[in-house]
């Protein structure tokens, strides 16, 4: 293994235990995060993320996300060797020592504490370590960038508490789809840094999901973080462009399906595959290559510094992929890209995981 190869990747994001919710394994060669990928993209640290869906009834949301949990904690159990559930820094430093990968489990859609501050500690003592906010419904207490009439602004007073016990406890605040103003206000409000866990640059791509230059310079000079999100649609705005014309509002598209399927996680999951098959089938005459990436990457770093950088793939939760990065195997692709372009062994192991341990170090440190 070269020396640019032997550097274990960080992955902010990935949607895989919804996946094995439905009834997959990590074994699972048709999720794009499954353990020989994994392996073979020397992926060290894996943030697995448990989707809620917005269109879940109020008060089964926090027991869905349980339950999901306890099957991802489950399939774990099957792999001792290969991979870890990791509560801390030094859990994961530990796992890397052992050469296994360190699983960190992440919540995506603060909807999944019903307005319950203890249930937010429950998922913290559940293993729970960063939450995301909010995703492309507002709740009754945080506003998401998919929302073009906000109801308040930003967060509400409920909402603030939420960004306060989370510091308390030692949770990564996860600011990808929140709404500007939801994202001013959490940073108005959190004394840790923050993480814009799977989004991209609107200076090169403009959507409602991606981040402006002013969010980048605040999210960087609290010592916060954002992990480029691989889906063409955020990264490049041709595609993003041919996307909303041949395939519609990818979220749009997203609650036809949820809502259909009434919360069946086996069905939607289908369902979720049917729809990647035809976006890939329309937009197979424009592809997006892995560099792509890198383009934001060198965005984010030109305005908000080395520090700030990292993945947040979004494997198994968009319908398409850049080229070469179809499988979290890619990420010995893109490694090499990073070293053709310039980037030095130190900044390479900064953006590829050294940046994460350093923002969940600090977040923890504060409680």
């Known amino acids: 293994m070269t020396e640019v190869q032997s550097i274990p990747a960080s992955d902010f994001h990935c949607d895989t235990p919804y996946e094995i919710f439905a009834g997959k394994k990590l074994t699972d060669t048709s999720c794009a995060v499954n353990l020989d990928a994994l392996k073979k993209g020397n992926v060290g640290v894996q943030v697995f993320a448990c989707y809620l869906s917005p269109n879940i009834p109020e008060k089964s949301r926090f027991e869905l996300i349980n339950n999901m949990i306890n099957a991802f904690k489950r399939e774990l159990k099957f792999y001792p060797d290969e991979i870890e559930l990791c509560l801390s820094v030094h859990d994961i430093e530990k796992t890397l020592k052992k050469n296994k990968i360190a699983a960190v489990l992440a919540i995506e859609n603060g909807m999944a504490i019903e307005s319950d501050l203890n249930k937010l500690n429950y998922f913290y003592e559940a293993g729970v370590r960063l939450l995301t906010v909010i995703h492309s419904v ?214 590829c995981y050294k940046n994460f341990l350093r923002v969940f170090e600090n977040v923890s440190n504060l409680k």
């Not at 063409?232 to 509002?249: A, N």
């Not at 060198?298 to 499988?327: A, E, R």
């Open 138 to 351: 507002s709740s009754d207490w945080a506003i998401s960038s998919n929302d073009t009439d906000p109801a308040f602004d930003g967060l509400t007073p409920f909402g603030e508490q939420v960004i306060t016990e989370m510091n308390r406890l030692g949770m990564i605040i996860d600011i990808s789809h929140s709404h500007e103003k939801t994202v001013e206000k959490i940073l108005d409000v959190s004394k840790a840094p923050v993480i814009a866990s799977h989004s991209c640059a609107s200076a090169i791509c403009q959507t409602p999901r991606n981040l402006n230059d002013d969010q980048i310079k605040r999210i960087s000079s609290q010592g916060g973080l954002i992990g480029v999100n691989f889906f063409p649609g955020f990264l490049d705005q041709k595609y993003s462009q041919l996307f909303t014309e041949r395939c519609g509002d990818i979220f749009d598209t997203l609650d036809e399906i949820e809502t259909e399927a009434g919360g069946y996680v086996k069905i939607v999951s289908q369902a979720y595959s049917d729809l990647a098959n035809e976006v890939q089938e329309k937009m197979a005459d424009i592809r997006v290559p892995a560099e792509k990436v890198v383009e934001h990457l060198k965005h984010f770093i030109k305005i908000g510094g080395i520090g700030c950088v990292g993945f947040g793939s979004d494997f198994d939760g968009v319908p398409d992929l850049p080229d070469n990065l179809k499988t979290c195997a890619g990420f010995s692709y893109l490694r090499n890209v990073l070293l053709k372009k310039g980037f030095s062994i130190d900044e390479i192991e900064k953006i």
